[in-house]
């Protein structure tokens, strides 16, 4: 079974991606540019990357004292990314680039993420150089971030620590400027950076050349003291070897060394590492010194104190990528467990008289129950592939319409983008579990692939913010800004999908159960603020993130079928119209439960004392 014609029916069939060729940054590209860019990525994800996705699980990073090791397939996959110039993709001719829409980049991206999301594609390589392209001097993005896109740097983004967690007002890196003359370096102000960095992907290894750390550290005021939450916090380049205006290594190494690698229940072709910057293991000069000494060279990126804007910018490309990657988890675990329904016999039909154990076996395809285990994995994995590359539509409109329709892209974006996170993470980490439940015992085996492909997902939930951080987001924050701007933006496009479906007879009722839905939550949004006490609203939040997510992919799920709906009859549009069905029937009436105690601003959790566990 294969991916590509889903893809090819939401970027051509529903999202008009071709519309995009008459805006003048992509008017060299055509539906053959497109695909071939499509082509490309899918063979070498087919060649390069699925082979070895149980290799690289079984064959984890291991330090031999010098170096992090990992398998050659790693290797030979990350030069065959680099290669294909995805790592560039969406940038201007004039540094390497394609100028290709990010829709179709996103979408080019999910056939490594289905390959093996373990081995990895880059995506926080891409992320970091695209954050020194918004923020950095012209030098700091001509030394990394164009090695970044050719492939010979890579990148990571530090900003957890192991005291810290999540709460990065608790960050304690400290950044001290590095001498006299220390905003003189060409390559921005010069600090010296000392802490521990916690859960940093791919934060050390021998791929590339070079890995280029984007370090979040606080700057000590006049008394020596760091100061207090996020707005003290500031960001810095670190690479792990030093690099001259010119681009090419200095010879010498960083004070950044590896305290140790993250055994992890998935991912584990990716390396997760404690970093040290500034232990001292590897001193170094200043320039101008002959006198090398703890603390590791870093770069301020911006303003002081204004690391974490800076950041977020990495932070929500990573949000999105956290969710594709979720989604295309779940997606291979459902064709996994399709293609074993269709070959699986197990069981006899019923019929009046009960079974009749003369009568042949039958596949389990054909038993109601594995085929409702199959439509739930498909509603939420294509649903989810369908929200993802909507999100990636609303990107290229943010950077190449006109100001109106920019603007509410931005706007709709810093909406969806808790969604678009923490949905897929969810809801196709339960779509893996499903996978395992249509294998039977199988599939709690290690001799198929859904097991993996569950313990990979598990993470998603976790990395990029929690569930219940992209929940207080959403609700604290989103729905709110700009005197709730955004909601009614996306609510406004929920209602003229809802116009246009409740015009076509098989679509009318699920049109009249999302204008419900939307009401519902939009109800809910005003009781949970109704006492103006944010620890009031705050206490149903993830329950409300539910009900949110479940009214989005409800109205994404209409949308398609709108265009499903006008298409010629086949399979495809069958099992699309199905997918409708079954998220309208089974998923979208949860809501009511979870919007019960956001309404009602349900103390049960919030208000247990922590003796009564």
């Not at 339960?430 to 097991?451: C, M, W």
């Amino acid at each position: 079974m294969s991916l590509r014609p889903t893809v090819d029916f939401l970027l051509h069939d529903w999202l008009n991606v071709g519309s995009l060729q008459q805006r003048e940054r992509f008017a060299d590209h055509s539906r053959e540019t497109f695909d071939a860019v499509l082509d490309t990525c899918e063979r070498i994800a087919r060649e390069k990357y699925a082979p070895f996705n149980r290799l690289v699980d079984t064959q984890e990073p291991h330090f031999d004292g010098e170096r992090v090791i990992l398998p050659q397939a790693t290797h030979d996959a990350q030069r065959a990314y680099a290669e294909s110039g995805m790592l560039s993709a969406a940038q201007d001719y004039g540094v390497g680039g394609m100028q290709l829409p990010y829709t179709v980049e996103a979408a080019a991206n999910a056939f490594f993420a289905m390959a093996s999301v373990s081995i990895g594609s880059g995506m926080l390589t891409t992320g970091n150089a695209n954050l020194l392209m918004a923020h950095g001097t012209e030098l700091q993005k001509q030394v990394f971030a164009l090695n970044e896109f050719s492939g010979r740097f890579s990148g990571t983004m530090c900003l957890s620590e192991p005291q810290a967690g999540s709460s990065l007002s608790d960050v304690a890196t400290r950044a001290v400027p590095d001498g006299e003359g220390f905003e003189a370096d060409p390559l921005g102000p010069r600090y010296r950076l000392k802490g521990n960095k916690m859960w940093i992907s791919a934060g050390e290894h021998e791929l590339t050349e070079n890995i280029i750390h984007l370090v979040l550290a606080k700057i000590p005021g006049p008394d020596g003291k760091l100061p207090p939450g996020v707005k003290g916090i500031s960001l810095f380049i670190v690479p792990k070897k030093l690099v001259g205006t010119d681009g090419q290594l200095t010879g010498a190494r960083n004070d950044v060394a590896l305290a140790g690698l993250n055994h992890k229940c998935g991912w584990r072709g990716t390396t997760n590492t404690l970093l040290n910057f500034g232990e001292g293991k590897y001193p170094v000069a200043s320039p101008g010194s002959t006198q090398a000494e703890a603390g590791a060279i870093g770069y301020r990126v911006g303003q002081p104190g204004e690391g974490l804007r800076c950041m977020f910018h990495m932070m929500n490309e990573a949000r999105i990528g956290v969710g594709m990657a979720a989604t295309m988890l779940g997606m291979a675990g459902y064709h996994a467990s399709l293609d074993y329904a269709r070959n699986r016999p197990q069981g006899r039909p019923v019929g009046p008289g009960g079974k009749d154990p003369a009568q042949p076996q039958i596949r389990i395809i054909e038993h109601a129950d594995v085929k409702r285990m199959l439509l739930a994995q498909k509603s939420y994995c294509e649903g989810a592939l369908a929200l993802e590359l909507y999100c990636a539509r609303l990107v290229d409109e943010q950077h190449t319409g006109g100001p109106q329709a920019a603007d509410e892209a931005r706007l709709l974006l810093e909406v969806l983008t808790p969604i678009a996170k923490s949905w897929p993470s969810e809801w196709c980490l339960e779509a893996n579990s499903l996978a395992i439940q249509v294998h039977g015992g199988y599939g709690y085996t290690r001799d198929f692939p859904v097991e993996q492909y569950w313990r990979d997902n598990r993470l998603n939930m976790i990395h990029e913010g929690t569930h219940g951080i992209q929940a207080m987001d959403l609700l604290a924050r989103k729905v709110l800004m700009e005197n709730g701007r955004g909601l009614q933006l996306l609510a406004g496009r929920i209602n003229a999908t809802i116009e246009r479906a409740i015009q076509v007879p098989e679509l009318a009722v699920h049109a009249n159960a999302l204008g419900q839905a939307l009401a519902q939550v939009g109800a809910a949004t005003k009781a949970a603020w109704a006492t103006g006490n944010p620890t009031d609203a705050l206490a149903n939040a993830v329950p409300y993130l539910q009900a949110f997510g479940h009214t989005v992919l409800a109205w994404i799920w209409l949308d398609v079928a709108l265009t499903a709906q006008a298409a010629p009859d086949s399979p495809a549009r069958t099992g699309r119209l199905a997918a409708t069905r079954f998220f309208f029937h089974y998923e979208l009436p949860k809501i009511g439960a979870w919007l019960q105690v956001v309404s009602s601003r349900d103390q049960t959790c919030a208000a247990l004392p922590e003796e009564a566990f």
